[in-house]
């Protein structure tokens, strides 16, 4: 009839967008031209963690930056960990846990789910770098000296029994290593996490 014709004519004719939300390099992008927009700049380092912590709301992220902005013109990794609280969901949370006790079959199993559900594979290996970097730090340094949130700094104790500091080290280049090689085109991110967990 009439009214399905006009339905199918509007449907083919309108100009239709799907806003997918920002991801990976345009995402990061984003938040580089924000922070430049409003005077402001940040490390490559800094980017990361906050795409790491805050994710691709870009709301909630424009009001981070704000905050960091108005603490200090340049964002720094040491200003985000004390200002911004990390919005992590549960199945990120849960990986990084299987992964601090060694538990692979369920940190791969988690990472699959994360995938499938199209989530964002840097916010991923952020968080894994943000990880190992804390493990370091607590291996390194007495803990009264790491300004971390007690919580975290509880985990960190947990995990850290696990690992050597010479592991700690080897993993945390591995880590680095896949994010230039992600960056770069020269591997699948999932492929790249994969082989990274198994080998832990």
């Known amino acids: ?35 430049f927009q409003n005077n402001g700049s ?8 906050l795409i790491a912590d805050v994710g691709n709301d870009l709301w909630h992220m424009s009001n981070e930056i ?17 200002l911004v609280n990390p919005e992590i969901d549960l199945n990120i949370f849960e990986i990084i846990d299987a992964l601090g006790f060694k538990n692979k079959k369920k ?21 894994f770098i943000y990880q190992f970097r804390n493990l370091i730090r607590f291996k390194s340094a007495p803990a009264e000296k790491l300004n971390m949130h007690p919580f975290v700094l509880s985990k960190t104790r947990e995990e850290a ?3 050597s500091f010479a592991e700690l080290k080897k993993i945390y ?14 591997n699948n991110a999932l492929n790249a996490l994969e082989l990274f967990i198994a080998g832990i």
């Open 66 to 82: 704000n905050k960091l902005l108005s603490f200090n013109r340049k964002i720094e990794v040491n200003n985000i960990e004390k």
């Open 161 to 163: 029994k696990n690992f």
């Open 107 to 127: 940190a791969l199993r988690l990472v699959e789910v994360y995938f499938e559900k199209g989530e964002d594979e840097m916010r991923l290996l952020g968080m």
């Open 173 to 186: 280049y591995q880590l680095l290593t896949i994010d230039f090689e992600i960056k770069s085109g020269k």
């Open 1 to 35: 009839d009439s009214k399905n014709k006009l339905f199918e004519f509007l449907n083919k004719s309108a100009d239709c967008q799907k806003f997918e939300p920002l991801q990976g390099t345009r995402l990061k992008n984003w938040v580089r031209n924000y922070i």
């Open 42 to 49: 940040a490390t490559t380092q800094a980017i990361d963690r």
